[in-house]
């Protein structure tokens, strides 16, 4: 976006494409990969997005209980959760911004928050039906929909 590696439109489907499997921040990451550089670019994204992660928590693992018994530490380790609480928040404000775009996309995103709060629906299921649905009014009523 920013720097012109992905447009708004790609990063959205490399979101919607994460939705369905588990681990959607890893799949994005390697569809992204995939979109800058290719299949070599999906394996590198893939490496990198898991490797760091594996090697952290094998160090780290260990000394959790040891931190959290201290009162300084624990109260970091609280901090550092609410903070990655805030950025999960910002980044489900700008991407909400850049997708609800008009009554359709803001009357989908209500009726799958409901679904997926109040029912706890598989998100897949979610972006499955916003597609069907986006379809079918692409049938029903030509030239609404770009």
């Given at each position: 976006m920013r720097l012109g590696w992905l447009t708004n439109q790609q990063?959205?489907?490399?979101?919607?494409?994460?939705?369905?499997?588990?681990?959607?921040?890893f799949t994005t990451a390697t569809f992204v990969g995939y979109i800058v550089a290719g299949p070599a670019g999906a394996a590198l994204a893939t490496i990198g997005i898991f490797l760091p992660s594996f090697i952290f928590v094998a160090a780290v693992n260990p000394l959790i209980p040891i931190l959290r018994r201290s009162p300084w530490m624990g109260g970091f380790l609280d901090g550092v959760n609410v903070a990655a609480l805030g950025l999960m928040a910002a980044v489900l404000w700008e991407l909400g911004r850049t997708a609800v775009v008009d009554w359709l996309t803001a009357l989908l995103a209500i009726i799958a928050a409901v679904l997926l709060f109040r029912f706890k629906l598989n998100s897949a299921w979610l972006v499955l039906g916003g597609g069907l649905i986006a379809l079918l009014i692409r049938w029903l009523v030509p030239g609404l929909l770009p």
């Open positions: 990063l959205l489907d490399a979101i919607a494409i994460g939705q369905f499997t588990p681990g959607p921040v």
